[in-house]
């Protein structure tokens, strides 16, 4: 057998703990009452379209993207608004949300909601990228980038491939891997309408090794359409970044600091796949998700699809309750997910996972000396100098620290998972990016 | 033996002549030619190089005091007044006193004010933890308590008082030099005239929420009533973003606010302990 | 209410830790200790228990009088230094002598640095050369192999191969000379047969040891490789020119500790160069530096200094060797 590809350089081997991975998409039932932040995005905040006591149906629009990196934000429900509260989401901290009372289950006309498969699709690039940008469309893996952005393909430059990520390399989630083995012809007719809007010549859609079922059956049915390939990668973290897939799947590297379209690349999740087709096909906004529900000590992990705006806490009591010895909650997957400290969190688009984390999984060890073992250095997939970044940032060298490209760093957290010393590589990292980006702004203002 | 000794002093004192004529010549070609204020003054700055006063270091303000030729907007917060009276004779300019200044900690989210919502763990840095969430306070302007400003601060005049989880500043020791200002991710912290006998008054808290939301988190928050405002007779507080903020140039240290502060937001401190107040509050019984 | 944990990201980390390397690294030293014993008797582990013990105690001195916060007392780096301080000793030597070796490695070499991982220097290589400067006759007095002979003393010394052979030349003998009147064949030094101090000599058992350690990923090729082909090439195209003058590779290469050096205080991650590029310039660093000074240098061996050379080297090293960069944009 030919040697999988992958990535180049770095690159780790966490624990897969894939334990819902042959658990079938669970529809998890409506709550009484959801909590849509009105924004859930990468860029400028949304605008408020809706005031209290306000009736909607599913499908509404209830926020409005004004800048050109926004998203719109569409009504999961159907019901009255009760308030517009401030509540604590992933991030940390309180951001304005919309408390929707759910009353029936009335849906904004046109928007087809049956289960029938719609394979034409004659609109131009121009029409479907209209309709992402409506629908509300953003990256479903996490990072939430307005999706139409990235099809707004600028002046002299050609898309050579349209590269969906299906990697899924975070250890613990299985969402992706639910909806290729079920949603496989809706999320091919997506990936088919994503690249007519690129304009791209051929689409190809990496897979990790490890989810063999999604891969075979995702080839079985690509026969049909014209230039989707699968390609089976090895497995190695983390290969879900764009660049890194990239890398993987073309040999192509993207130069620092720039986007994947400087290489001819679009890159997008295939969950957003399957959520283009949607809004393409059946004119549904991105409502609903799937979310990987799952831990160590979780009774039941499962793939629920879900509504945005429904607490976490429900989807923990519908798999079997938060275990007695939870000490961490994580929304995302383990390497790259936010902690979250109360169960009142709301689900949103870039929700791909809830994980609870056993108390003596949550508890980090106490951080020792350097000793300079260099594992940090072997693994980073972005060619840097973990233990060097985290000494200078520390000592506040900002300069120095800009020299050794800390805002290449991609925030994989591959440094920190290997360091024998259990150093905390990336939160200084962290810390050094935004001083950095901020003296990078301040001197192009300048 | 002895011719050793001999020829090792000729050669080491024709090595020694030369290098002198060297050194001479090279001295006298990159003379740099200074103004000898600068290194009077340097002299008498205090040489911590803090950055207090916004230059880099002692020497570069000495260098900016004699450029500029006097004392306007130029203040050493560590030497302070004594310093200033030092230096400006030797500008030939008139001392100018300024009022001397400290730093204040403007939150009050203790332990038992603001109980902990969550357990940090991660790298102790407030600049991360406040990109990471609110804080273990729930309070989304309050102090996280990892101590940035302690590492900032050159002087020894900041601790991490372990019951309360914020820091406290010595007053003694502090010389308003804001390197804990800068530190502070969240601007909890402000340099306020000292105040005469060391008393001063002050809000304690930077939460900007709606009151309600404030006083979940936080049984000491200012939640905006705004009752201080109307109690000033100095018209030193103003009220913005549901925050009260008392202007210490304007603040005549009457203690009104504090009395009338529903939740203990404002603060006074080294202020004898008040006999009025107990007079009143049996007036207001009656 | 339920108070749950919150940091930053990534929230799982690779089941390692410093004390695992270490014990890794005295596994992988433990059949080498073996097969001294057997030639050295109960000495050998008299020296290595007295280094083991002194460093330990050293350590945990300073630390408790001049350490604040971070205790690294636990992670088993002192047992590390002071194993290998003891390799790098003959096994007839004065006790005192080794508490003094293992009070520099520990506390000059490494505490005085910061402690585990800030010393610039392979910890108990400075042990070594102290001694090595300070009492040269002791240092170098050797005793005889003296198969499975477990008396305390050791009545009989002899000098090591290496050290014959450059007396010889010296002395305007020939290499083939020379080699006919060495105590010991090339087969005996593959064993360990020969005099030396105790980790110098089992070049099999730490062939062994250095295997498990690559297996496990504690140290890479790079390093040991790039010095051991550099001694070979090195020597050999000497010993292709002349003969006479110069001993064959294979002997520099199974005496005088290089496999000791090459492979346990090379590879010390912390005195080491990060990226494989920066370890291969250390280890062709420390190839050369090595033969010039058994060929052309004072002293029989060389490996203890070259590394300790190259070490002073490795920041500079770590500067010009950065890895390569994923995008870097061509200027």
Redesign the interface.
């Known amino acids: 057998m030919a040697r999988l590809k992958t990535f180049r350089?770095g690159g780790?081997h966490?624990?897969e703990n894939k334990f819902s991975a042959a658990k079938p998409i669970e529809v998890f039932p409506i709550p009484e009452k959801v909590y849509v932040p009105v924004t859930q995005h990468l860029g400028a905040p949304s605008s408020l379209l809706v005031k209290r006591n306000d009736t909607v149906k599913i499908g509404t629009l209830l926020a409005k993207a004004d800048a050109f990196i926004s998203a719109n934000v569409h009504s999961p429900v159907s019901g009255t608004v009760e308030k517009i509260d401030e509540i604590i989401d992933a991030s940390?901290y309180r951001k304005a949300n919309i408390v929707i009372k759910v009353e029936g289950n009335e849906w904004e006309d046109g928007i087809d909601n049956s289960s029938a498969i719609i394979k034409e699709c004659n609109l131009s690039a121009k029409e479907i990228t209209d309709i992402l940008k409506e629908k509300g469309i953003v990256g479903m893996g996490g990072a939430t980038f307005p999706s139409h952005i990235k099809y707004m393909i600028p002046e002299g430059k050609d898309v050579d491939y349209l590269i969906i990520n299906a990697v899924e390399c975070e250890?613990y989630l299985t969402s992706d891997h639910a909806i290729m083995l079920e949603k496989t012809e809706e999320i091919l007719i997506g990936i088919d309408i994503l690249k007519k809007a690129s304009g791209a010549k051929k689409a190809l859609v990496g897979i990790e090794n490890n989810k063999l079922d999604a891969i075979a059956k995702m080839q079985e049915v690509a026969k049909s359409f014209k230039d989707i390939e699968i390609q089976p990668l090895r497995v190695k973290y983390p290969q879900g970044a764009e660049?890194q897939l990239i890398?993987a799947l073309t040999k192509r590297?993207?130069?620092?600091?720039?986007l994947p379209i400087e290489v001819g690349c679009v890159v997008n999740n295939v969950g957003t796949a399957l959520a283009s087709y949607e809004a393409v096909q059946k004119n549904k906004p991105l409502i609903e998700r799937v979310v990987t529900v799952t831990g160590k000590a979780v009774k039941n992990p499962s793939n629920l699809l879900v509504r945005i705006g429904t607490p976490v806490k429900e989807l923990i009591d519908h798999v079997g309750g938060?275990p007695e010895d939870?000490?961490?909650?994580?929304s995302?997957g383990?390497?790259?997910?936010?902690?979250?400290?109360?169960l009142d969190v709301p689900v949103t688009k870039g929700t791909s996972g809830v994980?609870m984390?056993t108390k003596a999984?949550?508890?980090?060890?106490?951080p020792?000396?350097?000793?300079?073992?260099?594992k940090c250095?072997?693994v980073?997939?972005?060619?840097?100098?973990p233990?060097l970044l985290q000494q200078l940032v520390d000592s506040e060298r900002w300069e120095d620290a800009e020299l050794n490209?800390i805002m290449?760093c991609i925030?994989c957290?591959?440094c920190?998972?290997?360091?024998?010393?259990?150093r905390?590589l990336?939160?200084y990292i962290?810390v050094g990016k935004a001083r950095v980006g901020a003296i990078i702004r301040s001197r192009a203002k300048r | 033996m002895g011719t050793i000794i001999i020829y090792s002093v000729i050669a080491l004192a024709v090595i020694g002549f030369i290098s002198a004529v060297i050194l001479y010549f090279v001295s006298q070609k990159f003379k740099v030619i200074e103004d000898p204020k600068i290194d009077i003054i340097a002299d008498l700055l205090p040489a911590a190089n803090c950055g207090g006063c916004g230059y880099a270091g002692c020497r570069s303000f000495a260098e900016t005091i004699v450029r500029q030729g006097n004392m306007d907007n130029l203040f050493c917060p560590v030497g302070g007044n004594d310093l200033v009276k030092l230096i400006s004779p030797v500008l030939g300019v008139e001392a100018v006193e300024r009022e001397p200044q400290i730093a204040v900690v403007r939150c009050n989210g203790t332990k038992a004010n603001a109980p902990?919502?969550?357990?940090?763990?991660?790298?102790m840095s407030c600049a991360?933890a406040n990109t990471?969430?609110a804080g273990?306070t729930g309070c989304p302007n309050g102090c996280l308590g990892c101590g940035d400003c302690v590492a900032a601060c050159k002087f020894d005049a900041m601790y991490m008082d372990k019951e309360t989880g914020l820091p406290v500043i010595i007053s003694d020791n502090c010389v308003a030099c804001g390197a804990c200002v800068t530190a502070c991710p969240r601007s909890i912290i402000e340099l306020r005239n000292k105040g005469k006998r060391d008393r001063r008054i002050y809000v304690s808290c930077v939460n900007k929420e709606k009151g309600a939301i404030a006083r979940r988190n936080c049984s000491v928050a200012c939640i905006g009533c705004g009752k201080c405002v109307k109690a000033c007779p100095f018209d030193a507080i103003t009220l913005e973003n549901n925050l009260a903020y008392i202007d210490y140039e304007k603040c005549k240290l009457c203690r009104k606010c504090v009395e009338v502060c529903p939740t203990d937001a404002i603060i006074e401190l080294n202020f004898p302990p008040r006999r009025v107040k107990e007079e009143t509050a049996v007036v207001e019984e009656n | 209410?339920?108070?749950?944990?919150?940091?930053?990201?990534?929230?799982?980390?690779?089941k390692?830790?410093?004390k695992?390397?270490m014990l890794m690294v005295i596994i992988s030293l433990l059949p080498a200790m073996f097969v001294s014993v057997y030639y050295f008797g109960i000495s050998a582990i008299r020296v290595s228990l007295i280094a083991i013990a002194s460093a330990v105690f050293f350590e945990w001195i300073i630390q408790k009088l001049f350490f604040k916060g971070?205790k690294?007392i636990g992670?088993l780096s002192a047992v590390v230094t002071g194993l290998l301080l003891a390799f790098n000793l003959p096994s007839n030597l004065q006790w005192w002598i080794v508490v003094i070796g293992s009070f520099v490695a520990i506390g000059i070499a490494k505490m005085s640095f910061?402690?585990?991982?800030?010393n610039p220097f392979n910890p108990a290589l400075v042990g070594r050369v102290f001694l090595l400067i300070s009492f040269p006759v002791q240092m170098t007095t050797w005793p005889k192999v003296d198969v499975l002979d477990f008396s305390l003393v050791d009545a009989e010394t002899g000098a090591t191969p290496l050290a014959i052979v450059k007396e010889g030349v010296k002395e305007g003998l020939s290499i083939s000379e020379i080699f006919d009147k060495l105590p010991v064949t090339f087969t005996d030094m593959f064993w360990g047969n020969m005099g030396g101090s105790l980790g110098e000599v089992p070049v099999l058992a730490l062939v062994i040891g250095a295997l498990f350690l690559l297996g496990r990923r504690v140290i890479t090729w790079h390093i040991p490789f790039s010095i051991l082909a550099t001694i070979g090439i090195f020597t050999g195209i000497l010993h292709g020119i002349n003969p006479d003058m110069y001993a064959p590779p294979l002997f520099h290469v199974l005496t005088g500790g290089i496999i000791l050096g090459a492979f346990f205080m090379a590879t010390d991650?912390?005195?080491?160069?990060?990226?494989?590029k920066g370890q291969i310039i250390f280890g062709v660093g420390i190839g050369i530096i090595t033969v010039v000074i058994r060929l052309w240098g004072a002293y029989p061996e060389g490996i203890s200094f070259a590394i300790l050379l190259m070490n002073a080297l490795v920041p500079l090293i770590n500067n010009v060797s950065?890895?390569?960069?994923?995008?870097?944009?061509k200027k």
């Open positions: 350089i780790i966490p624990e940390g250890p660049k890398r590297e993207v130069p620092s600091g720039k938060l939870t000490g961490k909650v994580i995302g383990p390497m790259m997910g936010k902690a979250i400290s109360n994980l984390m999984e949550s508890k980090r060890k106490k020792l000396n350097c000793i300079r073992c260099a250095v072997s980073c997939p972005m060619g840097l100098e233990y490209r290449d925030e957290g591959s920190q998972f290997i360091c024998p010393s259990k905390e990336l939160d962290r | 902990s919502k969550a357990i940090y763990d991660s790298a991360f990471l969430f273990e | 209410m339920k108070l749950f944990t919150i940091s930053g990201s990534p929230h799982i980390n690779r390692s830790s410093v695992k390397i971070t690294s992670d910061g402690g585990l991982g800030k991650m912390a005195t080491s160069p990060m990226t494989p950065k890895p390569k960069a994923f995008g870097k944009v």
